[in-house]
């Protein structure tokens, strides 16, 4: 099919992308702090962050700045070399985790930062079973695809998953202990399910997850790849359990917007690997680094954990209005749980120039905005969702 130059993105990209993803029905052309500039000149609040990807919003100066001067210092070495924005990098990154986690290996995705620390599991434990939780996502790959919830019934398309799954009933604490023995290698769980509608698990469960792995000799991994990076308020989720996992994965938010993830471990696990056990060619390069350094300093810097916690408690007391009959989820990782289906509330405030997103729970309206959201933006979601309409 011949698209002419000029035509619309979405028309052009059909005509030559493989045509996977569901999009929205506008085209950002640029973007500044928390809004969107679309081709048509609207301009759009975005509660959506690219999927908790903007962690910074767009266009923040330490970002920008940090990555365009590593670009013109140096903008890619392996990890065949050492280098001093990397090192960077992991001292930063370990230093903001649970205390127990000081040791960091740099990947590209959320799915690769899952399947490297699967990989651990095995490698340590000698064992072959993964539990997962039901209603949970860790990513599209081999593995992080067959330990997220229903994947294998619907798009994964794999002959076989690569070892055997089971999964526990999600705050089922009875099942949880029951189901945690000495064959399982690994435990792999979002302390706030963000694909399944910020859904924050129970205390109680999460307590369980790790007295039960503890007890098995198995080990506890949690998946921060969209729950992390502050965006609930601490730097990791798990912190508001109190409990430490054995492994952490980051992603999303941990470059602000350059392709980058990582997994965290403890220093007795990250004897069990050596030389040649695990390997990514981009994983921790200098820009990706530039980048981690940027947007855990601004975080810092910027007192953004606060400011996540201010504007959550506007949104939990100020959004229970309109269509929404409650607010689950914790810091900027929340869902608004509304009466009627999310779709129609997500087109219905895009009308009033809001970007908000959905989830596979049909009726919870995801928000997953940049930490540096302001209360006015709040404010204008608020005036938003009491003047919807609904065709
Ligand atoms: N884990 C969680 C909790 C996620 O939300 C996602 C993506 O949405 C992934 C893993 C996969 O990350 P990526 O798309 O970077 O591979």
Same mark, same amino acid.
């Given at each position: 099919m011949t698209v002419a130059a000029n035509a619309d993105p979405r028309t052009r990209e059909a005509a030559v992308m493989l045509q996977v993803y569901g999009q929205l029905p506008f085209v950002p052309m640029e973007a500044r702090g928390c809004h969107l500039v679309t081709s048509g000149?609207?301009?759009?609040?975005?509660?959506?962050?690219?999927?908790?990807? /903007?962690a910074l919003g767009y266009g923040h100066p330490?970002?920008? #700045?940090?990555?365009?001067?590593?670009?013109? #210092?140096?903008?890619?070495? &392996?990890?065949?070399?050492a280098l001093d924005v990397r090192a960077t990098a992991a001292e930063k990154l370990v230093s903001i985790a649970p205390t127990n986690l000081s040791k960091a290996f740099f990947v590209n995705s959320g799915a690769e930062a899952n399947e490297n620390a699967l990989k651990i599991a095995f490698m340590s434990t000698r064992r072959k079973k993964i539990l997962a939780l039901t209603h949970g996502f860790h990513g599209r790959? /081999?593995?992080?695809?067959?330990?997220?919830?229903?994947?294998?019934? &619907?798009?994964?398309?794999?002959? /076989?998953?690569?070892?055997?799954?089971?999964?526990?009933?999600?705050?089922?604490?009875?099942?949880?202990?029951?189901?945690?023995n000495d064959s399982v290698a690994a435990v792999i769980f979002e302390p706030v399910q963000g694909v399944a509608g910020a859904f924050d698990l129970s205390a109680e469960f999460v307590t369980a997850l790790r007295n039960s792995t503890l007890k098995a000799g198995?080990?506890?991994?949690?998946?921060?790849?969209?729950?992390?990076?502050?965006?609930?308020?601490?730097?990791?989720?798990?912190? /508001?359990?109190?409990?430490?996992?054995?492994?952490?994965?980051?992603?999303?938010?941990?470059g602000g917007g350059i392709a980058c993830g990582a997994l965290l471990c403890g220093e007795d696990l990250s004897k069990t690997v050596g030389p040649g056990d695990l390997g990514s060619t981009f994983g921790g390069g200098p820009i990706a680094a530039a980048a981690i350094i940027a947007v855990i300093e601004t975080i810092e810097s910027e007192d953004l954990l606060a400011n996540v916690r201010q504007r959550e408690a506007?949104? #939990?007391?100020?959004?229970?209005?309109?269509?929404? #009959?409650?607010?689950?989820?914790?810091?900027?990782?929340?869902?608004?749980?509304?009466?009627?289906p999310a779709t129609d509330v997500r087109d219905a405030l895009l009308v009033h120039d809001i970007l908000t997103g959905t989830s596979v729970d049909p009726s919870v309206l995801r928000l997953l905005p940049p930490l540096v959201l302001q209360s006015q933006h709040?404010?204008?979601?608020?005036?938003?969702?009491?003047?919807l309409i609904f065709e």
């Open positions: 000149g609207q301009r759009i609040l975005d509660f959506w962050g690219g999927h908790a990807v /903007a330490n970002l920008v #700045r940090s990555i365009r001067e590593q670009s013109e #210092r140096m903008i890619f070495q &392996s990890n065949a070399v790959t /081999a593995a992080a695809g067959a330990v997220t919830w229903n994947s294998t019934k &619907s798009w994964y398309a794999f002959p /076989a998953t690569p070892f055997e799954v089971d999964f526990i009933p999600r705050n089922d604490v009875a099942a949880a202990e029951s189901m945690i198995a080990l506890l991994i949690a998946d921060e790849v969209q729950c992390g990076m502050g965006r609930s308020g601490h730097y990791f989720a798990i912190e /508001a359990y109190g409990i430490e996992p054995d492994l952490l994965t980051a992603a999303k938010g941990l506007e949104i #939990r007391g100020n959004c229970v209005t309109g269509p929404v #009959r409650s607010v689950q989820g914790k810091g900027l990782l929340l869902g608004l749980v509304c009466e009627r709040v404010t204008r979601l608020v005036s938003a969702l009491n003047n």
